[in-house]
């Protein structure tokens, strides 16, 4: 059973599968080929092997330069950022309405954060004895 990649990069020469389809650094397809064949023009090209897909049959595979390797990690990482993350979160703050000005301020600004980085925010203010 092959191990699952979960990061995107060069797989170097672990490939555990024989046959591959492989798609060049401009993306063209150069169809299916044996792994040998594939880190023949690896190594030919001065390029690496990334997989593309795992689930695929067969798997595919593309020829990256280190550049463009890093591109893709750069633009998966932006990717993964601006996603929404799974379940939401809730900040709660609670305050008296005697609440010194500098505190109010405090609170405000950290309520701002919160909003910021997309949390949902529930304020409790209480009575001053």
Known sequence: EPKTKTAFGSVGRRIPYR???VINQDGESLGNMHRAEALKLMDQHDLKLVLLRENAEPPVYRLMTGQQIH?????????????????????????????????L???TKQIAQWIEKKYHVKVTIRQAK
């Open 71 to 103: 591109e893709e990690q750069l633009r998966r990482a932006e990717k993964k950022k601006a996603s929404p993350k799974p379940g939401t979160y809730i900040k709660e703050l609670s305050f008296s309405s005697a609440i010194a000005k500098n505190d």
């Open 105 to 107: 301020e405090t609170k």
């Open 19 to 21: 046959i591959l389809h």
